[in-house]
């Protein structure tokens, strides 16, 4: 008779809960950053980018590249800590994402305003293939570019009294960000511009606004905050460094805004929290199924998750209703 | 700092007269021609609207009322003729850009943003009008600061004007048909334009909506001198307010002049008389 697999791991004390839901709640915070990122597309000009995930990666690896390749900005600044060169790689890898950003826009997208939006998503799957083999280029035969630990070997930082977690960093830049996108939005006026192009391109035009220069703008932000994701993604504690998975991983991002809502910057949010708790609690609590469900079955959780919420809810969380999927 | 003092906070009181230079029309359309897949929209229009003129253009169903608005605006090109803005032609611009020169509209089937405040949407107006560049406007450094005051000022001047005080903070998909038309409005006003174009402003309204509508229209024009094509369906309102007038009629010209004259004309009383006949 096949010995039976429990499908609950026994004896999970409240502590352990609690680790893994903090755990969860890290991963959460960068798959709501790269979720953010793709609502922002979307809501400004219609568009799911599926080459998100791929300026993901090409943001992660310009930032490690910067640090451990040619050793910039360290190579100036002899007694440079290396947890601040990282931070200045990061910045300018994330400025270099924005640019990419507005060149997709510039190059592939804005001429294909009036097409169906099924061909303009064919083509930013076009695009993810060329910037994913790009990047997977630029990595070479290891496939892997790491940073090494930016943020020291230890598990914290300790700023006087302050104990900062490290999984903890992802999170606080998330709040960070999504604190200033809505500053953006609602307390600003290219915010208000912003808005009102997505909700009526025409109407938004008559105004003097100018539909070319929103859209630039969203795909710029929108590839900054893939850019932040996909560092954080391939960074310890969450990763060991830039590979071909760092994209697959930044894609997780659809299944948070299928949840949230694709158009939601709440939905985003909720939706990025979601999937990371969902995929640490449960692959916590099935681990001892893996062996029926195989061991990279953790990251399918997030996909699974997505497909029940469409179902339900195929307009997610916080979604709009009207609003159809490609 | 006085609200006012600034050179950068407008309110309506600085806005009156700002038109006029050296252009012998402020807009002009010669010989405009406009198709769509063999349906003649308009044939050889020309007409031309100066400084503080309140211009109306009326016609049947389908006469070509609403191209009109959407070649002078960008959002059609003509095949044929010429439009002019100021003595410059400004064929073949984007919309945004011709806006940016001073032309505001409203749409026929109102076309606000419909989840935004009734003080969202005139703020949309100001971003043509405002100097201060994305990154020091979103950081609200000093001189974003005070352009955002004014720009706050002026539309909160618009929003008196138009007595939609109690509505300011509402989303305008809440609000009644006829204070969205007001909105609406009120959004192409907040871009200070120099001439405004009103699509069937009155349309779908009742008696007493109607004629707040037709003060407001006046009041603009008293107050704020702004030169203005109205687009109506009906006779009746323009008849009352218009300097001149246009009667389009699939999607020709067949009579331009004073109300009086307009109203005498065979052509415009056949036109009109015909619209029922043909109707059936
Ligand atoms: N985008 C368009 N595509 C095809 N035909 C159009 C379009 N816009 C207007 N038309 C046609 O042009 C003519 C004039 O329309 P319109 O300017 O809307 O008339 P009005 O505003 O006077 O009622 C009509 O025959 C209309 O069907
Ligand atoms: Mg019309």
């Known amino acids: ?244 998975g760092t994209a697959f991983f930044a894609l997780r991002a659809f299944p948070a805004i299928i949840i949230g809502g694709l158009d939601s910057i709440a939905g985003a949010v909720v939706g990025g929290f979601t999937i990371g708790i969902a995929e640490i609690m449960l692959g916590h609590y099935l681990a001892g199924a893996s062996g029926t469900l195989g061991l990279g079955f953790t990251g399918l959780i997030p996909y699974l998750l997505m497909m029940g919420f469409l179902l339900i809810r195929p307009y997610g969380l916080f979604g709009t209703e009207e609003i159809r999927r490609v | 700092m006085t609200a006012h003092g600034h050179v950068g906070h407008r309110t309506l009181a600085d806005w009156r007269h700002r038109s006029g230079g050296d252009y012998e029309h402020l807009l002009e359309f010669r010989d405009v021609s406009l198709s769509f897949k063999g349906v003649k929209a308009l044939t050889d229009v020309g007409f031309h609207v100066d400084d503080g003129e309140l211009f109306a253009v009326i016609g049947p169903n389908g006469a070509g009322k609403t191209s009109t608005f959407n070649c002078l605006n960008g959002v059609y090109r003509p095949q044929e003729g010429d439009i002019f803005w100021k003595g410059e032609s400004i064929l073949g611009q984007r919309p945004d850009t011709i806006a940016g020169y001073g032309i505001a509209r409203t749409f026929q089937n109102i076309e606000l943003f419909a989840h935004m405040t009734v003080l969202e949407n005139l703020l949309t107006g100001r971003h043509v009008r405002t100097e201060v560049g994305p990154i020091a406007g979103a950081l609200w450094f000093g001189r974003a600061k005070e352009e955002e005051l004014a720009n706050r000022a002026l539309v909160e001047d618009i929003i008196d004007l138009l007595e939609i005080k109690q509505w300011r903070k509402y989303p305008v998909a809440l609000l009644p048909y006829g204070i969205q038309k007001r909105v609406e409005l009120g959004r192409a006003l907040a871009m200070e334009p120099e001439l405004l174009l009103l699509d069937e402003p009155v349309a779908g309204m009742n008696l007493e909506e109607t004629e707040d509508m037709a003060r407001f229209i006046l009041d603009i024009r008293e107050e704020l001198g702004i030169a203005m094509i109205l687009v109506e369906h009906d006779m009746g309102l323009v008849m009352d307010i218009a300097d001149r007038v246009m009667v389009l009629d699939f999607g020709a010209k067949i009579a331009v002049g004073t109300p009086a004259v307009v109203q005498q004309d065979p052509e415009v009383i056949k036109a009109y008389l015909g619209e029922e006949h043909e109707s059936i």
């Open chain 1, 1 to 244: 008779m096949p010995q039976m697999v429990p499908l609950l791991a026994q004896a999970n004390s409240a502590e352990t809960f609690l680790t893994k839901l903090i755990d969860g709640l890290a991963l959460g915070s960068i798959y709501a950053i790269l979720a953010l990122g793709l609502v922002i597309i979307f809501k400004s000009t219609q568009v799911l980018s599926f080459a998100h995930g791929a300026v993901a990666a090409l943001g992660a690896y310009l930032a490690a590249y910067f640090v451990t390749v040619i050793n910039w900005p360290g190579r100036y600044f002899e007694s440079l800590p290396v947890t601040l060169s990282f931070i200045i790689s990061g910045f300018v890898a994330v400025a270099f994402a924005a640019l990419v950003g507005m060149l997709i826009e510039r190059i592939f997208i804005r001429p294909m305003i009036g097409q169906p939006l099924f061909s303009i998503a064919m083509i930013t799957i076009g695009i993810d293939i060329v910037v994913r083999t790009f990047v997977g280029d630029l990595l070479g035969q290891g496939g892997n570019l790491s940073v090494g630990s930016p943020w020291g070997i230890l598990s914290i930082s300790k700023f006087g009294e302050i104990v900062v977690p490290h999984v903890f960093i992802a999170a606080i830049v998330t709040v960070v960000v999504v604190v200033g996108v809505l500053i953006l939005f609602f307390r600003t006026r290219m915010g208000v511009a912003m808005r009102a192009t997505a909700f009526d391109q025409e109407a938004a035009m008559a105004q003097g606004i100018s539909a070319g220069r929103i859209f630039a703008l969203a795909w710029a932000l929108g590839a900054v905050l893939a850019a932040i994701g996909g560092i954080f993604a391939s960074i310890s504690p969450r990763g060991f460094g830039v590979t071909g």
